[in-house]
């Protein structure tokens, strides 16, 4: 079944196969789901954790929240706010904080 992404899509979210199973794992319901999009069983607490954890990162796949965390902490570091802190090497490609990390 479409469970999880025809639901979101009716919420007006249309995340990518990846990010619904990355919250599946952040909910901590692979045991109970599955580990992909297709989770028909799923009842409406699960339903509602899997939505909280796609919305905490609204959206982002956790590799582009690394990206993100490790452009922010090099900012910090370079603009003074972190003393004494080595600013972090960023392994993001050409494209800025939604870019693949490499």
Same mark, same amino acid.
């Not at 028909?40 to 993100?68: H, P, T």
């Not at 902490?73 to 080595?86: F, I, P, R, V, Y």
């Given at each position: 079944?479409?469970?999880?992404?025809?639901?979101?899509?009716?919420?007006?979210?249309?995340?990518? &196969? /990846? +990010?619904? @199973?990355?919250? =599946?794992?952040?909910?901590?319901? =692979?045991?109970?789901?599955?580990?992909?999009? &297709? @989770? $028909?069983?799923?009842?409406? &607490? !699960?339903?509602? $954790?899997?939505?909280?954890?796609?919305?905490?990162?609204?959206?982002? $796949? /956790?590799?582009?929240?690394?990206?993100?965390? /490790?452009?922010?902490?090099?900012?910090? +570091? !370079? &603009?003074? @706010? !972190?003393?004494?802190?080595?600013?972090?090497? /960023?392994? %993001?490609?050409?494209?800025?904080?939604?870019?693949? %990390? =490499?």
């Amino acid at each position: 079944g479409e469970a999880l992404p025809g639901v979101m899509r009716g919420l007006g979210a249309f995340p990518p &196969d /990846c +990010a619904i @199973s990355e919250a =599946v794992r952040a909910a901590d319901l =692979v045991e109970q789901l599955g580990d992909d999009e &297709d @989770s $028909s069983g799923v009842n409406f &607490d !699960q339903f509602l $954790s899997v939505l909280a954890a796609y919305r905490a990162k609204e959206g982002l $796949s /956790c590799q582009e929240v690394k990206a993100i965390k /490790c452009l922010f902490e090099k900012h910090l +570091a !370079q &603009d003074g @706010s !972190q003393m004494g802190k080595a600013a972090p090497t /960023c392994g %993001v490609a050409a494209g800025g904080a939604g870019a693949a %990390v =490499v």
